[in-house]
C-alpha cells in the first residue's frame, strides 16, 4: 500500500460516519474570531476553554482525550488521517508504504528542525517508538504496537518499521494516533516519562505549535512553532490560550459573556440545547464514535480472581446480572437528551463489522432491562444477593452528566434487591493511576476514536496485555484480534471482527452502555480553528 501527499485546497469540516466531538464556536466581544483559512484574518489570539484533562505531556504516558488535545498541536506525526477523509497520508513523512509485507517505509524531508533548533532526524523517530515500548506506561497507549518488532534506520531520513506478522491492516492508522508522536531524543528520557515542565522548558515541540507557558491543568499558552512542516497550513493567529473550567456550568457562562472562542467538551445535553439558541454559537448534531462503558476489574470485582472468595463463575455472574439489569434507552433519553444512544456491542454503529451481540443475549432480548433474568442468573451460580459493587466514576473527565448517569446506573442495579452499590467519584488525574493500580472493581470509562477502523475498538481492549489493564485474557479473543489485523480479504475479517464482539460479550470484560451522536460544528473556523474528518480539534487550518 502505497501512501501519497494529497495536494494543497481550501477544505470545509467533513462531519465522517465514526465520530464527533462537542465543538461550539462563539462569538467574542473585543475579539476577531471568524478569521478566514486564507489568512484574512486578523491574527489575535484565540481563547479556548474545556473542562477536560491533561493526564501528562509526554505521549509516552497517556492514552486520553484531555491529553491528546494538546499533544496534537505541539508533536509531530509521520503520517496522519487526511483532514477530509479517513485516508491515511504523509504528514511529517515525505512519503510512507509498504516496502514489503512486513517493512513500512517512511521518508523525511531534509533539514527538519524541532522548536528549539534541534536537528529533527530518523533517529528521533527509533528513539520515540523505543522508548515507549520500554516505559510500557500503564496510563499509555504502547499495547498498540504490539506487531511492531523493531525500527530500522539506515540514513538520516528513512525509517523502515519492522513488523512481526505480514500484512497488517491498521499499522498505519495507529500512526496516525498516540503512539505515533515523535518527540525530541535530546529532552525526553528514554526509559521514563518525562516531567511536563522539562518539555516546555527545553521547548521540545514540532507540530504547528509550541507551547511558551504551562500551568498544568490550568492555563497552557501556544504560540506558532516556525519550524513547523506537516499537513497543516500555517496558523493564522498569533496564538492560543486554552484554559481549563472546573465546571462546565463556568465554562457555559464564559461562552455566553464572549470569554472564550471555543468551547471544547465537556458541556451537558442541557447547556448545548440552551446555547443552540444563542445566534453567536453555531452548534448541529453529528454522528459519533464515542463510546461510554463499565469495565470490570477481573481480579477484584466481587468473586474476582484475587478476592477471598474468587469464583469465577459466580464472577461472571454478576457481570451478566449487571448486563440484564441497565437499561440504556433511559440513560439516554433522561440523562443526555437523545445525544448518546444505546450500544448493544463493542464496535459502535458506523464502523465495518459492528453488530449487536449484546441485545440478545442479556435483558429482555430487545435491548431492555429484566430484573427476572439476572435474579435467575445470580441463582444459578450460588451468589447470594445483594450483591454488594463498589462503582467509580470520574466527574470532571466525561462530562458533568457523569453523576446523573451512574446515579441512574445505581438506581438501576438497586431497583429489585440484587445489588447494592456504593458509588463514588474521583477526579480524572487520580482516576487514572488508581485504575490501573486495580484500586476500582468496576467502573467508568468512555472512548474516542484514535482511528477509523473496527481494530481501535478491539485492540485496546480485548488483547491480553491491554489499556484497560482489567485482567481479562481469553486466547482465543487474542488470537483472532491479531488475525484480523492482518487479514487482507475484507470479507474474511470483517467475520472475524463480528466474531470477537460474540465472544467478549459471554465474557463481559466490559459493559457498553451509550455511543456518542455527539455535536459538530458548522463553520469550519474561528481564526483558523477547525475539527478535521477524525474529529481532532486543530489549532491551524486545514487547506492543503
Known sequence: MALHSTPRGRVGLAVAAFGASALLLAGCAGRSTGGSTDGAASGDPIVVGTTDKVTTLDPAGSYDNG??????????????????????????????????????????PEGLKWSNGHDLTSSDVKFSFDRNIKIADPNGASSLLYNLDSVETPDDTTVVFKLKTANDQVFPFILTSFPGAIVDEEVFSADAVTPDQEIVDADAFGGPYSITSWDFNKTVEFTPNKNYKGLLDAPVNSGVILSYFAESSNLKLAVQEGDVDVAYRSLSATDVDDLSGNDKVKVVDGPGGEIRYIVFNFNTQPYGATTADADAAKALAVRQ??????????????????????????????FTGATEALKDLYGDGDGGPDAAKAKATLEAAGVTVPVELNLQYSPDHYGPSSGDEYALVKQQLEKDGLFTVNLQSTEWVQYAKDRTADVYPAYQLGWFPDYSDADNYLTPFFLKDNFLGNHYDNPEVNDLILKQAVEPDAATRTADIEKIQDLVANDLSTVPLLQGAQVAVTGADVSGVTLDASFKLRFAPITK
Open 67 to 108: 491529553s491528546l488535545a494538546v499533544q496534537t498541536q505541539v508533536f509531530p506525526y509521520l503520517v496522519n488521517t487526511d483532514y477530509n477523509s479517513t485516508e491515511v497520508v504523509p504528514d511529517l513523512a515525505e512519503s510512507a508504504e509498504f516496502t514489503s509485507p512486513t517493512e513500512y517505509t517512511v521518508t523525511l
Open 321 to 350: 446480572a449487571v448486563a440484564d439489569l441497565v437499561d440504556r434507552e433511559t440513560i439516554s433519553t433522561q440523562v443526555y437528551k437523545g445525544t448518546y444512544t444505546p450500544l448493544y456491542s463493542y464496535v459502535p454503529e458506523g
